[in-house]
């Protein structure tokens, strides 16, 4: 599976954008699929995950901010970002697994990141 990040930017604080995450292959309902991120000098942390049938799972942070979907039929899934914060820049990823978790090490297949600035 080959993942490709796409949809980050340059926004201002209390601004949106959504990120897409295009994969390959024909199975591609069978991965769960996840957003992590990496800010500067940080970890990097669970974001969002949606499984095959859409069953969601969001950290804690984001939870009520971000919006986790896809679409099976274009082998896409995206992160729908609201109220964006100074911290919430960083290098944005997706990543894949056909079982379920949260954890980077659930996680098989990576995407490049996208970046994400968010100013003051």
């Known amino acids: 599976v080959q993942l490709q990040a796409s949809g980050g930017g340059l926004v201002q604080a209390g601004g949106s954008l959504r990120l897409s995450c295009a994969a390959s292959g024909r199975t591609f309902r069978s991965y769960s699929m996840g957003w992590f991120r990496q800010g500067p000098g940080k970890e990097r942390e669970f974001l969002a995950v949606?499984?095959?049938?859409?069953?969601?799972v969001y950290a804690s942070s984001v939870k009520g901010r971000f919006t986790i979907s896809r679409d099976n039929a274009k082998n896409n899934v995206y992160l729908q970002m609201n109220s964006l914060k100074p911290e919430d820049t960083a290098e944005y990823y997706c990543?894949?697994?056909?079982?379920?978790?949260?954890?980077?090490?659930?996680?098989?297949?990576w995407g490049k990141g996208t970046l994400v600035t968010v100013s003051s």
């Open positions: 990543a894949a697994t056909q079982a379920f978790g949260v954890r980077e090490a659930d996680m098989v297949y």
């Open positions: 949606i499984d095959g049938s859409g069953l969601t």
